[in-house]
């Protein structure tokens, strides 16, 4: 699959308005994966990927980091899309959007990895998913 009908594919099953919505999408996911990935590990799934998702697999360690959990996972798929509103000052200012922001980042999380696991075999996916946060493992067996 190369790059143009993997965005396609995380577009379509997303329901995102734009590629570019899409493309966030999947930079922020596939940048926080590569949190939980050693430098080997990222290597070896990057030879299943279009290059073009090569960049954002690139651990900035050389081994993953052991306090990356699913909180910090979702705060880069949450960065990739606007999930404010105005203030609602009958329930005393709190932002409504950004109640459902975790939620619509673990469904972004699902579409990238429900298209990202067909490139994959059986093998990189259990490796894949032995590295992910407990949390994340489950979406990610789930998409």
């Given amino acids: 699959m190369d790059y143009g009908r993997f965005l396609a594919e995380v577009q379509k ?3 995102f308005a734009s590629d570019r919505e899409a493309a966030a999408t ?4 596939l940048m926080a994966v590569a949190e939980t990935l050693s430098q ?3 290597r070896e799934l990057t030879r299943s990927l279009p ?8 651990p900035a360690h050389e081994e993953p980091d052991p306090y990356f959990d699913a909180q910090l996972f979702l705060g880069w798929v949450v ?3 606007d999930a404010t509103g105005g203030r609602d000052k009958t329930a005393g200012g709190l932002d409504h959007y ?3 922001s975790g939620d619509e980042a673990i469904r972004r ?3 990238v990895f429900s298209v990202l696991k067909t490139l994959l075999d059986r093998q990189q996916q259990e ?3 032995d590295c992910l946060p407990d949390e994340v493992k489950s979406w990610f067996r789930e998409a």
Avoid: K
Avoid at 53 to 58: C, E, I, P
């Fill in 13 to 15: 099953q997303g329901c």
């Fill in 26 to 29: 999947v930079s922020g996911v």
């Fill in 40 to 42: 080997p590990q990222a």
């Fill in 51 to 58: 290059p073009e998702l090569h960049v954002f697999l690139r």
């Fill in 79 to 81: 960065s990739t899309f």
């Fill in 98 to 100: 950004a109640h459902y």
């Fill in 109 to 111: 999380c699902q579409c």
């Fill in 127 to 129: 490796t894949l998913s």
